[in-house]
């Protein structure tokens, strides 16, 4: 007896409440914090180093004990009930400081919150992105699903990111921050209960923890994977954190403006989405990845040159094609691999997969926490409070010199993966 499919829709609009608490976490933690709340840059560099770090030792485990889950509710959704409201609540705390708080008590309770909000939202993640190759299991039901759900990533960017400087003008950024989370929390609720897990096969047996961690340090594909996408993510990180900061020291304006550079980068994504499912139709995957991933570097140096808000609006669309293409394709080199695991060990650890390939993504810390460092020490800015001798050359190193080079890195990995001798994605309602 065949099992009832999950729509597209009810998996890919999950994306959208999973974007908006975490967008704003990681986009705004910087100005929130460094700019507004006295943390200077070398603290900031310190906390994203640090978090890396737990985050290396906790994704694995969230991975393998989703892997093993065994309820009458289904492997991932266990995870994603208990994880959404914490999720929810330490990112509301994150941005609703104790007013009793001051100096380094600011620092601490920002590093505290921030690696709380950011564990959890592994949690969910790992959970959300484990169902994707579990649900859909054919190339052109994925390649349908990935589009829709990276639309309602990029509606949810433009909510979190691009409007948030407005929002936060408005609202300021605690009732900011409670409003986007009751939202997030309930569409990620609602996409947990609305999918269909796939019952495990009775005979299928439970992942080893020192199995897993072995077979996937041996996987080359996961580790080429993992590193194109933690340098990609890291410049889109730097991107999307420093536009504020940008906006406020390179073009002279109010951080506020920053909403047009976003929505520019964010509206023309929308927009490529559909052109990138069209490449990936008529050239295959790995070819249209690594176009993506080349276009994106370009699209960052004419932003170095911008003088106005008009150029840097112009020239910010079109660092948007290429983010298109890069979210397209990304997640589709994540499923290739996790068939591959499930067809060679005919063990479904799509949790492990997931959260180890989340945890290569959240490597992009190492490299952002460096170049807070870097203009700390190459630029001498501090904070808001003190911005040092030149803020306009820090504000262009941040957003338009480290990503290029970063992306450079993503693409140069890229050219060492391929899945020519891999046969086609499991077909629907074959057992691996």
């Known amino acids: 007896m065949s099992e009832k499919r999950t729509k597209s829709f009810n998996y890919a609009i999950g994306m959208f409440g999973t974007s908006i608490p975490i967008n704003m976490l990681k986009t705004f933690a910087f100005a929130y914090y460094v700019l507004d709340r006295g943390v200077t840059a070398q603290q900031w560099a310190t906390i994203l180093f640090i978090y890396t770090f737990i985050d290396a030792l906790d994704n694995p485990i969230y991975g393998f004990l989703s892997d093993r889950t065994r309820s009458r509710w289904g492997r991932r959704r266990p995870w994603l009930a208990i994880g959404t409201p914490l999720l929810i609540l330490t990112f509301i705390a994150f941005y609703n400081i104790p007013a009793f708080l001051s100096g380094n008590s600011i620092y601490a309770y920002a590093m505290l919150f921030y690696i709380l909000a950011g564990t959890l939202d592994s949690v969910i993640n790992a959970n959300y992105g484990a169902l994707f190759p579990e649900l859909f299991r054919d190339d052109a039901s994925r390649a349908k699903t990935n589009a829709m759900r990276q639309a309602f990533q990029l509606v949810a960017m433009i909510i979190s990111i691009a409007l948030t400087p407005m929002v936060t003008d408005a609202l300021g950024y605690g009732l900011t921050s409670i409003v986007y989370g009751i939202i997030g929390g309930a569409v ?202 030149n803020p306009d050359a820090a504000a262009r190193f941040l957003l338009t010199i480290v990503p290029p080079i970063l992306m450079v890195i993503s693409f140069a990995f890229s050219w060492f993966i391929d899945f020519k001798n891999s046969p086609p994605a499991i077909p629907e309602g074959v057992e691996a």
């Open 188 to 389: 990620i609720l609602y996409m947990t209960f609305a999918c269909r897990e796939r019952d495990p096969e009775p005979e299928e047996a439970r992942p080893s923890f020192l199995k897993a961690l072995k077979d996937l340090l041996t996987n080359r594909k996961f580790w080429i994977a993992g590193l194109a996408n933690a340098f990609y993510s890291a410049a889109m990180s730097l991107v999307l954190a420093s536009v504020s900061f940008y906006v406020q020291y390179a073009l002279g304006l109010s951080s506020g403006q920053s909403t047009f550079l976003l929505a520019a980068v964010l509206v023309v994504a929308i927009a490529g989405v559909s052109l990138w499912v069209w490449l990936v139709k008529k050239f295959t995957l790995i070819p249209v990845w690594r176009g993506a991933l080349a276009v994106l570097a370009i699209t960052f140096v004419p932003l170095y040159f911008a003088s106005s808000l008009v150029t840097a609006v112009i020239f910010s669309a079109f660092i948007g094609l290429g983010f298109a293409g890069v979210i397209t394709t990304m997640d589709l080199i994540g499923a290739k691999i996790m068939d591959e695991d499930t067809r060679k060990y005919g063990l479904r650890r799509e949790g492990i997969i997931s959260n180890a390939m989340g945890f290569m993504n959240r490597l992009n810390g190492l490299f952002t926490s460096a170049a807070y460092l870097l203009v700390g020490r190459l630029y001498g800015f501090e904070s808001g409070t003190n911005p040092g001798p």
